[in-house]
């Protein structure tokens, strides 16, 4: 027989009120479990990082905080972890020991209450506290001491316009204008992007976007070049969007070239390898543009392989001359190296080549 739950237990996701029937209730997260350093953490085996601590909204108005009971995150493997004063749902799933008894049951908090519909912040702090006496009420809960709320702890109050969404988006957006879309091209909507001016519907795109410089609007979109970090991985889609610098003479640009593509795009961007190389590789060539140069790796070599090559022959072209004496061939002398009018043709063309990177 599953044990049955209490109300005043402290053990994580396997409390709940006496007489708890198979359904979803939403609480008010209480306090929230982010680290070891947590008394809670250290005192309670079954408390996970991420549990809550939850009072109902219905049945423990006015309960001590110390009587409330932990909830488990229901997936620790895709934590959201919510603020202090915001409402969550909690459900009924198995525990461990679902292993022997199959009615072994506990309850976990899924996910967090949209109450405001806000991005970053839907606290509503206190609104599952004691209510206080009047005559049109018959609650007689424990009116204990006011409780304060650490609700400003955990996040400030910052407005983050909500991401437009496109038909069948799946969208993770983070509370501080951090975001992940998997979406498809959405050729035609209403709203533009830098990614749905032309394409096949249904061709996939994953952005993954962090920080936003405006934050006016009640919606947004994914925006490049603005001072946020951005990584796109597109398949079909032409990425209107412009590079910092023109790219060489031959390479097509992001909104001209329509098949995958990744992009990273931000105000600084390292690449740092501990260990071994950093490759990279590229099937027709790589280049590098910079405000002064926009040089192809392959050409930029070949100029240089064709500049040693020529430096090499004068050098070695003529090292000595003879004095002619008497009755003997004559003494070697070494002499200057003199550019012929072939070699200074070649470093002629040389400079002309590498003067083309230059743009």
């Known amino acids: 027989m599953a044990r049955p739950f209490s109300a005043t237990s402290k053990k994580a996701s396997s409390a709940g009120p006496e007489g708890f029937k198979r359904t979803s209730f939403p609480v008010e997260v209480m306090d929230v479990i982010l680290s070891e350093s947590h008394p809670s953490y250290k005192n309670t085996a079954e408390v996970s990082i991420g549990a809550i601590k939850g009072r109902r909204y219905d049945t423990e108005k006015g309960t001590p905080l110390e009587n409330l009971s932990w909830y488990n995150p229901i997936d620790p493997t895709d934590l959201k972890i ?37 991005i970053s912040n839907n606290a509503a702090p206190g609104r599952a506290t004691a209510l206080e006496p009047n005559p049109f009420t018959t609650f007689t809960g424990n009116m204990g001491a006011e409780e304060e709320s650490n609700v400003g702890d955990y996040a400030p109050p910052i407005f983050i316009p909500a991401l437009v969404a496109f038909e069948g988006d799946r969208i993770i957006q983070g509370r501080w204008g951090n975001s992940i879309r998997f979406g498809n091209t959405s050729n035609g909507s209403e709203d533009p992007t830098f990614w749905n001016n032309s394409g096949n519907d249904g061709d996939p795109i994953t952005i993954i976007a962090n920080g936003i410089e405006e934050t006016s609007g009640m919606t947004r979109s994914e925006i490049l070049n603005d001072g946020s970090s951005n990584i796109i991985l597109s398949s079909a889609q032409e990425l209107n969007f412009e590079t910092s610098n023109k790219l060489p003479i031959g390479y097509q640009k992001p909104n001209q070239y329509r098949a995958s593509q990744i992009v990273l795009s931000s105000n600084k961007i390292i690449i740092n390898s501990t260990e071994d190389n950093v490759v990279i590789s ?78």
């Open 82 to 118: 919510p603020l202090v004063g915001e409402a969550v749902l909690i459900v009924e799933a198995p525990n461990p020991g679902i292993i022997s008894s199959k009615h072994a049951r506990a309850l976990y908090y899924t996910s967090t209450v949209g109450i405001f519909n806000a």
């Open 282 to 359: 590229g099937n027709k060539g790589v280049s590098i543009s910079t405000p002064e140069w926009k040089a192809d790796i392959t050409k930029l070599c070949d100029v240089i392989e064709d500049l040693i090559s020529e430096v090499s022959t004068i050098a070695t072209g003529a090292p000595f001359s003879y004095i002619p004496t008497s009755g003997a061939p004559g003494l070697p002398v070494p002499t200057t190296p003199s550019l012929t009018s072939t070699s200074i043709s070649k470093l002629a063309a040389i400079t002309t080549k590498l003067n083309a990177l230059k743009q």
